[in-house]
Every structure is written in structure tokens, then in C-alpha cells.
């Protein structure tokens, strides 16, 4: 019986040109997971206000970031995806789709064709809505579409998997000093899908341990990591924060802001800071362009006097074989 992986990320422009850029926003922007209200004006949003005046300023930093090899998303994830096959052989086809661009998530399917049975993994740690609900969604529904249905088995989240929390974990040690102050910095998501998930109040700072109450809660899933990552390091709570970045609009997004964190790091005297994105799995315009570069412009700034990015899993060979270690229930590796 054939068994298909597949593994979901969320999308990179095809490359900085402009049109490129507008393409991908327009498509990313416009979903209904992502900015959550009613189409008429989710469509006026995007297309009269977002992607006018910011196209310009991501295609800007995209640039900062982009390589040899074109977008770092794209190259990590499609270097992930080769190791995995040489790590798992033959026996399973493994694809790659990105929810938003190329290769879609439909072209991946189609490589999965003749599958049985398919497992499917979005590289998101914790659950959201805006990323991995419309991950799974939009894959369910392509492959609802086909004749005959495969079996399919769907891993929603991992962000307290020991496998995945061991992997960066480790990560974060090598790349990490001893007198370095450690900032978690997840993305954000606005506080009014927080209230969606279920949850009926929003913590004001820190979550308190994932229960049954708050399971689904990205919010409480990200402090989870957070308090795991430190046990595992063996990290005090005064040696490392969480906080929350990409913030788009001027609604109330989930709190504390990462660059709000910076200044108060920077008034408590500390000088040097590491900053991990345990919501990211490989490296992308979020890590690269808004931390490594905005933030260390703001850290330095602020009287910081050294500055480490640790970089994302992306396709080391830990983070291999945890993945193979998340999947294995599901596909009997």
C-alpha cells in the first residue's frame, strides 16, 4: 500500500518583482482565515488599502532577503522535503505544497496521486486558524475533489512534541551564549481570532499550562513552547521571554509585541540578546527581514551590544528526524 507525506508551508512570491509580490498578497491577504470578516470589505481592504501602499515595502524586504537560490522559504522547505527522502526511502512519496504560491497545494496532491493513504503534516508547531486551519482546509477540499478518496490522516499541531521541542532545543544551545538574554518571538495573530478558537478570555501575559480549556488556544500553545523549550535548556524564567511579531492593521493583536519587548529588555539593563521564532520551521521574510534586520536595527538602537538570530529547524538533520518521529503513529514508519 502506497502512503503519501504531505508536508504544507505557507508560501513565498515567486520572486521580488513587483507583480509577484501583488499576486501573492492579493492571494494570501484575500483568504477568509487570514483576514477574518465579511468579503466585501475584506476584499475592499486588500485591494484598495493593503496591497496598494504595501506592495512597495515588501517587495523591499524581500529583496533584502532573497539569495542565489531565490526565496529562503521555498529552498529551506524543498530542502527539507529532499533529506526526508533520503532519510525514508522509497516505500512513501513525499510532496511539498505551499498554501499560497508555488508549488501549490494541489499540484503536491496531484503527486500523491496514487496513494492510498496520505499523511498530512502543515510545518506550523502551533495552531492557528490563518495558517494551519486554512492549510488543512484548502488540502481536504482539493482532495475531496478527487474520484477516489484516500484515506488521510491530519497532524494538526506538534508544538509539544519532545521530538520537535528537543530539536530546537538544540538548535538554540548551539547557536546561543551563555550571557545571552533568550526572546521567543511567535507570530501574532489578532486577539479577535484567539476568541474565536473558544477561548472567552484573553490571558493580559502569560498563559497559564495547556489544559482542556485552552488546548486549542494558539496563544497558550506558544507559552507552552516556550516553558518547555526553557525546561529543556534548563533556563530560568528571568533568562528569557516570550513575545508575539507581524502585526498587521491597527487592531489589537496578541500580546506582549516583540518590539516592545526590545525596549524593555534594554531598560532592565540586559546587553545582549539571542532571539529564536519557534512559530517558524524554516527561515522566511518573518525571521530573516523583520527580526534579523529590523529588530537588530531597534536592539541596537536601544544600547543592545550584541545580537544573535538563531536560525530556523529549516533542514538539519535533528529536526529530520523529528519529524520522522511526529509522523510515525500515523504512517507506522
Known amino acids: 500500500m502506497k502512503h503519501g507525506l504531505l508536508f504544507i508551508n505557507l508560501g513565498t512570491p515567486n520572486s521580488t518583482h ?10 494570501f491577504l484575500t483568504d477568509k482565515r487570514v483576514i477574518d470578516m465579511p468579503y466585501p470589505i475584506r476584499y475592499v481592504l486588500v485591494y484598495a488599502l493593503i496591497v496598494p501602499f504595501r506592495s512597495k515595502k515588501s517587495a523591499h524586504a524581500y529583496e533584502a532577503i532573497w539569495t542565489n537560490q531565490g526565496s529562503p522559504l521555498l529552498f529551506h522547505s524543498q530542502n527539507l522535503i529532499n533529506c526526508l527522502r533520503k532519510t525514508v526511502g522509497t516505500q512513501f512519496n513525499i510532496a511539498l505544497g505551499m498554501r499560497y504560491g508555488n508549488p501549490s497545494i494541489a499540484s503536491a496532491i496531484n503527486h500523491l496521486k496514487d496513494c492510498e493513504t496520505i499523511t498530512i503534516l502543515p510545518l ?31 497532524i494538526r499541531d506538534f508544538y509539544q512534541h519532545p521530538a520537535y521541542i528537543s530539536s530546537l532545543a538544540q538548535l538554540i544551545k548551539r547557536h546561543s551564549k551563555d550571557q545571552e538574554h533568550l526572546l521567543l518571538s511567535y507570530h501574532g495573530i489578532p486577539e479577535r481570532q484567539i476568541h474565536k478558537g473558544g477561548c472567552k478570555t484573553i490571558c493580559s501575559g502569560r498563559c497559564d499550562p495547556i489544559s482542556e480549556e485552552n488546548q486549542s488556544c494558539y496563544k497558550a500553545q506558544c507559552y507552552q513552547t516556550s516553558l518547555l523549550l526553557a525546561q529543556e535548556l534548563k ?52 525571521t530573516l527581514e523583520e527580526i534579523g534586520i529590523r529588530a537588530k536595527e531597534q536592539w541596537q538602537k536601544l544600547g543592545g551590544q550584541g545580537f544573535t538570530l538563531i536560525p530556523c529547524l529549516n533542514s538539519n538533520e535533528q529536526w529530520v528526524n523529528a519529524i520522522i518521529d511526529i509522523v510515525k503513529p500515523a504512517t507506522l514508519i
Open 124 to 154: 506550523y508547531p502551533q495552531y492557528s486558524s490563518a495558517a494551519t486551519g486554512s492549510s488543512i482546509e484548502e488540502a481536504v477540499r482539493i482532495i475531496s475533489n478527487q474520484e477516489v478518496i484516500p484515506s488521510f490522516n491530519i
Open 235 to 286: 533556563l530560568r524564567p528571568d533568562q528569557y521571554s516570550t513575545a508575539f511579531q507581524s502585526r498587521l492593521g491597527k487592531m489589537s493583536w496578541i500580546k506582549p509585541y516583540t518590539d516592545d519587548i526590545l525596549t524593555k529588555l534594554a531598560e532592565k539593563g540586559i546587553k545582549y540578546l539571542a532571539i529564536a521564532c519557534p512559530s517558524f520551521t524554516a527561515d522566511c521574510l518573518e
Open 18 to 27: 513587483i507583480a509577484d509580490i501583488n499576486k501573492y498578497l492579493r492571494e
